[in-house]
């Protein structure tokens, strides 16, 4: 289960997040954890360089793009490796719309395409495409093969 | 129209398109203009609209018996679309945990060579692959297949190909099925033949010449994943594809894994390659725990299977040296593998060992945690510890480790105790470490029951050893103010330093009360079992003598009174407090000379000479220390009293003895009636300061018995409930015919009765009542997907962090606290765990989200309400501590001695009543005054229609019926009759919105 993506600026603002069967009264929590997470390690951190950790059963895969740092939370199936699947089509596919490893400007202005993009990429805690063509095809409602 | 009639139309219109389009087969490409590929519009189509309805078959819910449906996802695994064979693999694998048999039966034909499941092996997608590992280990151990044979071997050849998958993904899914972990709910049995398999299985490749391309392409398969970029293991892939691939033990080809992912630079390679190294370990232990042999020391090439020697395969490695050559040319391993082909398991297994030992320098805590945890599961037995202790040690003297990791190791220690528990007393001293080197992070209820689990698994000769591993605590020095500022950044030290001095103190204190309640089973030394002939107790007046005597005879209990002293005097107010109580428990439950000791001890300290002779060593804490040196007059006061109650009824009765002697007189009724009143009272006495088995329990020593007996049986008292049975009470005993079962006094044992550490009496620790038993139960459960709690103040968090999100957890804490006292209410007294509860959450509700409220101590003020709404656990409770005690006593008498100890009330109650005297949130009383707190819901109605703008607020329509729950900062928090069109029942609403 993919229980949560979420996105923020390198202050620690969430830009963007999505949560899947994590009660109101969790979520608070995570965001609070994630971004103590991100201020922590990810300060001069490279683009792309994978982080990891674990909070009982769950795993938490994260990193930086541009300015922006990326977090995903996922248990069961959704361990720490196959987060780093969930989060290299989520940051490629970032990338791609934004052209370039995204400044939190960039990335506010791209708003709309990065949520459509997601919605392709994860939608009810379950992975989908992972590949960026496709995600950007779907985006587009263009079919997948044709 | 109800849910199922939609769920099923939606099942219908889904079958409907899978109907049209699931013989779809491969996307058919055409030769287009001017030599550009292009593909057939129909079949592109078809292959769409397949992904498409199996991506949405995938979140209906999952229809076992339905075999449409089974049939569908089956036929999705041929899909063109790789997405959509994850999906069609995920859906099978889920049903073939219910019925392996049905399912194997329907994927047998895609099994075999050239089948569709082959084909998955090339599929690009990693999570294809990582639940078809999933699907071939599911039904390779189906109960039904035994008949099948081909199928079976399909299976697990396929699962034993997946080892080689470029993926560390999809590898070590299925390294965990091999070793048996498949769910949370595996069998330990399972476990252990997982780990037999392991080290027994021989991967055979299939013969190739069917399948030219497959292998070769199976390990070329670059797909896009960041995780295979640096890590993929080279294995052989430039071999000639005729020449037939030699068996590979899996062992080997795990253990190469594991030592590639070590070298991997990615951290979350690291830790999941650390939790392999974990599951092994789970698996190992579980092998060892039932006994089975599996000797190490072979060499796997020699082992056997399916009762074939593979003896022409060794030949042919040892005799052809070109292959040899060229593995070791293409396979990056340490010289010392590559050079011995030949090696044993047990030496790959410390050369794992030994990479996972390196792995614990990576910068990142997690994976130097799961390291740490890996290790502590690679451990066994019979190896030295000393290894394991060392690093950790090194890893605990680093400061910046957060608590909450070194909790889920310390929790590891549980689950390696529950494995294999002849390790108890390995694990005590590796526990030491954790008191020892960071007590101000440990949570001192797991540490406690881990102390309690091992004291009791350690078995007789290991008591001692327990005992001192606690003790160990007791003389750490408080932390120094400056000791943190030399070696960590300021800030840290400034905030953490106070919190460990707490938190130390709560160790300390956990560890008196243990000492003091556990001591007497740890010695196997009770009152009611001593070996102490009766009356020699009077005749050793000397202290001196005494000591040494008691010494000699029982050092671990010796060694615990001594501690016990000095804490008594030397410690925080609290922890002497605590130690006042520890000694009297020991003085209650002891025979002489202990108890004797004890009295003495006591007596001293009420007057204060003791302080005066140990002037020159007492290390003035700072507080006042009252006019009778040590503060502990009115805490000494009832135990003196009751001792000395104690001993003057024994000199009583010892004198009346010797009267009835000389007269040669009979004990009349009347006076054995004052004799029984004065037992039954001092067994009252004695129970307010520990539980005392009251059927076995003599207060006027042992001399007592035969008297007690003759009262008893003239008057059918039962010994366990005494004048408290009605019966008795009214007289009604009295007219019992005499045939009724007599219980006497056991006669004096001479034998202590040291209970074996069997596994029912472990398990019984298990459902014991201590505050750390759920945590324990859910780590082992493996449960855990609630947030964390970020424990630091540095963090800096959004500024839409609402007053409102934080009452409404609040809320909920409220209530499950209040549903664990209930579910734990059951054996010991309910009110100390009401005060554990309230004191827990008085003590860290203020520290715990500092930074999310800067200087506001609201928080703080929830948790007051929280107490403030228990009545009596905390006002009305010192008066009314003794006697609930008294009263809860009934409920102890069924266990027997050897249980006493875990029966023991939590060594919060006794405490309990100072707590809020030093807890951080009481100190600021006040309350915001918009806060109303909760008395009941009210009944309140919507005026006008409103739009939820959050997560946590709610729709509402105009004229809507609701219940005010409380209100808050200018809304309520309501809750509906019936759910809403969103479906939420219950959310915050603006007040002006609702009528009350």
Known sequence: MLMSVLFANSSGNVLLERFHSVPGEERLHWRSFLVKLGTDNLNGARDDELFVASHKSVYIVYTVIGDIWVFTVGKDEYDELTLVEVLHAITSSVKDICKKAPSERVFLDKYGKVCLGLDEIFSQGILEHTDKDRVRRLTRLRPLVE | ?996
Request: charged residues 25%; contains cysteine.
């Open chain 2, 1 to 996: 129209m109800s849910n199922t009639d939609i769920v099923s139309k939606l099942y219908e219109i889904v079958f409907g398109i899978l109907d049209k389009v699931a013989d779809a087969g491969k996307v058919r490409k055409k030769k287009g203009m001017f030599g550009r590929q292009s593909v057939d519009k129909e079949s592109a189509l078809r292959s769409n609209l397949q992904y498409v309805a199996l991506s949405a078959l995938r979140r209906l819910p999952l229809d076992q018996g339905n075999p449409a449906f089974l049939h569908r996802a089956v036929q999705g695994i041929a899909c063109a679309d790789p997405v959509g064979v994850r999906h069609a693999l995920a859906m099978v694998s889920e049903m073939a945990v219910r019925d392996p048999y049905g399912v194997a039966m329907a994927v047998g034909k895609l099994s075999l060579a050239g089948g569709a499941l082959q084909e998955v092996l090339h599929i690009q997608d990693v999570m294809s692959r990582m639940y078809l590992a999933r699907l071939c280990y599911i039904l390779s151990r189906a109960r039904g297949i035994d008949e099948r044979m081909d199928l079976r071997s399909q299976f697990t050849t396929l699962l034993y190909q997946l080892l080689l998958d470029p993926s560390e993904r999809v590898c070590f899914e299925a390294i965990t099925c091999i070793l048996g972990k498949f769910d949370s709910h595996e069998s330990s049995e399972e476990r252990a033949a997982g780990w037999a398999l392991l080290t027994s299985a021989i991967l055979k490749f299939p013969d190739p010449s069917a399948q030219p391309s497959k292998d070769s392409s199976a390990t070329q398969g670059s797909d896009g994943s960041t995780a295979s970029n640096d890590s993929v293991a080279k294995f052989p892939k430039d071999r000639p594809a005729p020449r037939p691939r030699r068996p590979q033990p899996l062992i080997r080809l795990v253990m190469r894994r594991l030592e590639s992912a070590l070298r991997s630079h990615l951290r979350p390679v690291l830790h999941a390659a650390m939790r392999i190294v974990q599951e092994i370990g789970k698996s190992r232990a579980a092998a060892f725990a039932l006994g089975m042999v599996i000797n190490e020391d072979s060499v796997p090439e020699n082992l056997i299977e399916n009762g074939d020697i593979i003896k022409a395969d060794s030949e042919v490695d040892g005799g052809d040296p070109a292959a040899e050559v060229s593995r070791t040319k293409v396979v990056p391993l340490p010289s010392s593998l590559a050079a011995n082909s030949r090696e044993s398991i047990a030496s790959m297994l410390s050369n794992l060992v030994e990479g996972v030992r390196t792995t614990v320098a990576c910068e990142c805590f997690y994976v130097r945690a799961a390291a740490i945890k890996a290790m502590m599961w690679m451990q066994s037995p019979e190896e030295s510890v000393e290894e394991l202790k060392s690093t950790i040690a090194g890893e605990l003297s680093d400061p910046l480790w957060p608590a909450s990791l070194l909790n889920e190791i310390l929790l590891t220690l549980h689950a390696r105790f529950k494995a294999t528990p002849e390790m108890a007393i390995i694990l005590l001293d590796v526990s030491r470490l954790f008191a020892t080197k960071a007590p101000g992070k440990i949570d001192s209820d797991v540490l406690q029951l881990l102390w309690k689990t091992c004291l009791i698994g350690c078995g007789p000769s290991g008591k001692h050893t327990a005992l001192e591993a606690v003790t160990v605590v007791l003389d750490l020095p408080p932390p120094a103010p400056d000791a943190l500022e030399v070696s960590v950044l300021k800030d840290h030290s400034s905030t953490s330093d106070p919190k460990a001095a707490v938190a130390l103190q709560r160790l300390t204190q956990a560890a008196v009360w243990f000492l003091g309640e556990n001591a007497n089973y740890a010695a196997a030394e009770y009152a009611w079992e001593s070996k102490t002939p009766p009356g020699t107790a009077l005749m050793m007046l000397d202290g001196d003598k005494m000591v040494a005597a008691a010494s000699s005879r029982n050092p671990t209990l010796a060694g615990a009174l001594t501690r016990l002293q000095r804490c008594a005097f030397s410690g925080s107010w609290e922890v002497r407090i605590v130690a006042a109580q520890a000694l009297i428990t020991i003085a209650i439950r002891s025979g002489e000379p202990y108890r004797l000791q004890v009295y003495e001890f006591l007596r001293a300290l009420a007057k204060g000479g003791v302080q005066e002779k140990l002037k020159e060593a007492y290390v003035s804490n700072g507080e006042d220390q009252g006019a009778s040196g040590t503060g502990l007059s009115s805490i000494i006061a009832p135990m003196l009293q009751v001792l000395d109650e104690m001993y003057k009824a024994q000199d009583q009765l010892i004198k009346d003895m010797r009267q009835h002697d000389n007269a040669k007189q009979e004990w009349s009724d009347d006076e054995l009636r004052r004799l029984y009143e004065n037992h039954e009272r001092l067994l009252d006495l004695v129970s307010l300061f520990c539980f005392v088995p009251r059927s076995k329990y003599l207060p006027l020593g042992p001399t007592s018995a035969g008297l007690l007996n003759i009262y008893r049986n003239r008057h059918h008292i039962d010994a366990t409930t005494g004048f408290n049975d009605p019966a008795v009470a009214t007289g009604i005993a009295d007219l019992q015919v005499s045939t009724v079962t007599r219980i006497e006094y056991p006669p004096i044992q001479i034998d202590a009765a040291v209970p074996s550490p069997s596994d029912g009496l472990v398990d019984g620790i298990w459902s014991s009542n201590l505050a750390g038993v759920d945590r324990v139960n859910a780590y082992l459960g493996g449960v855990g997907t609630d947030a964390p709690e970020v424990e630091d103040d540095t963090a800096t968090t959004r500024a839409s962090v609402s007053y409102d999100d934080m009452w409404a957890k609040t809320l909920l804490e409220a209530s499950d606290g209040e549903d664990a006292d209930e579910q734990l209410s059951g054996s010991s007294s309910p009110e100390s765990t009401a005060s554990f509860e309230t004191s827990v959450s008085s003590q860290f509700g203020s520290s715990r989200y500092p930074s999310l409220f800067g200087n506001t101590t609201s928080f703080g003020q929830n948790t007051r309400w929280e107490e403030e709404h228990r009545p009596g656990t905390r006002f009305g409770k010192f008066s009314g501590e003794l006697t609930s005690l008294a009263e809860d006593q009934p409920s102890y008498v069924e266990s027997s001695p050897a249980n006493a100890p875990l029966h023991g009330t939590h060594w919060q109650s006794g405490i309990g009543n100072q707590e809020p005297l030093h807890s951080p949130s009481s100190e600021v009383p006040s309350r915001p005054s918009d806060v109303q707190y909760p008395e009941e819901a009210r009944a309140g109605k919507a005026l006008y229609e409103f739009t939820a703008g959050g997560d946590d607020e709610l729709n509402l329509t105009a004229g809507e019926d609701l219940e005010i729950e409380y209100e808050v900062d200018g809304w309520y928090f309501v809750r509906k009759k019936r759910p809403g069109r969103d479906g939420k029942l219950s959310g915050l609403v603006p007040v002006l919105y609702v009528t009350s």
